[in-house]
């Protein structure tokens, strides 16, 4: 069996007028991890999913999904997907969106209530389930929607912009959700242009911009800034002091000793050595680049994709952290 539940090479998809969506996508996805697909809206990121769950064709090349050629049929029946802008008919209850969704996905009807039942219990929607879908709000209909996905126990599920328009608190359930999905031994590919959401809990990442990817793997292996100690103090070291800083390989700036070390037993001969200059420690932490700055760093800071024809240029949507 393949460790990576993905392994695509060179997908590309080009639209009528020459747009090219994607630009020949190399991509390897391990299993049992949160796999986050980052970039501004426009990037190529929803075109990616669509070509993985067959909704779209692709224009080139080859991939692999759980150890299958793309667009399998018995392996589509292990995936699960929440689009971005879910729509359901509003008419329906949520638990009747569940049940819909498990009758599409060929699940028993032995299992569908019972499956239902815990869906509904693991979203938080288990008092609002016989409320109809156009008085739920949109973190609601998230949560349905999530559920669906789950519906028939998948390997691997796709989340396109799935806390777009959610609240903080939402977004919070939905990170502790996604953890608890991966403790399982699922696999989650997470599409989104909101880069704090992922930051806490993916596990690798993939940097796109107008159908490229710029940067993938581990946080840690893609940040170009050193992680480590800062230690703030108040007051002027002496020349002494700061030359042995330096010559520890330590950055001082503004008030600020830098580390390169995250060990704590490495910055307390820094925080004694300020003390006896006979100034005041006012602040210990550890700092990192975030994902914010590593994508800006990436993309050179301009994260525009190319317009569709006939269509207005919008600006970049990667708000703040």
Not at 41 to 69: C, E, F, H, Q, Y
Not at 139 to 147: E, N, T, Y
Not at 254 to 283: F, M, W
């Amino acid at each position: 069996m393949s460790d990576y539940v993905l392994d695509l090479s060179g997908i590309r998809k080009t639209y009528r007028g020459g747009v090219e969506a994607l630009k020949g996508i190399d991509l390897q996805v391990p299993r049992g991890c949160i796999y986050g697909l980052l970039g501004p809206n426009g990037a190529g990121k929803s075109t990616m999913v669509k070509i993985l769950t067959t909704l779209i064709r692709r224009s080139g090349g080859d991939g692999t999904m759980l150890g299958k050629p793309i667009g399998d049929r018995e392996t589509l029946q292990k995936v699960g997907l929440l689009p971005e802008h879910a729509q359901f008919p509003s008419y329906l209850t949520g638990r009747q969106v569940i049940e819909f969704s498990a009758g599409l996905q060929n699940v028993s009807s032995g299992l569908t209530r019972e499956r239902t039942d815990e869906l509904l219990a693991k979203v938080g929607m288990t008092d609002t389930q016989s409320r109809t879908i156009k008085t739920y709000s949109k973190g609601m209909k998230q949560r349905i929607g999530l559920a669906q996905a789950l519906v028939n126990d998948p390997q691997i599920i796709f989340l396109d912009e799935p806390t777009d328009g959610v609240d903080p608190a939402g977004r919070r359930d939905f990170r502790a959700l996604v953890r608890a999905l991966r403790d399982e031994g699922r696999t989650i590919f997470i599409n989104t242009h909101i880069l704090s959401e992922l930051e806490p809990i993916v596990d690798r990442v993939a940097i796109m911009t107008a159908g490229e990817i710029l940067g993938e793997g581990k946080l840690d292996e893609l940040r170009t800034e050193k992680t480590g100690y800062v230690i703030s103090f108040e007051g002027q070291l002496s020349s002494e002091a700061a030359s042995r800083f330096k010559e520890g390989g330590l950055e001082i700036e503004a008030g600020n000793v830098k580390l390169s070390s995250v060990n704590a037993v490495d910055a307390q001969p820094v925080i004694d050595r300020i003390r006896q200059e006979g100034l005041v420690v006012t602040g210990v932490s550890v700092k990192s680049q975030s994902l914010e700055d590593l994508f800006i760093g990436l993309v050179g800071g301009d994260a525009t994709p190319p317009p569709m024809p006939g269509a207005p240029v919008q600006p970049p949507s990667i708000p703040q952290a």
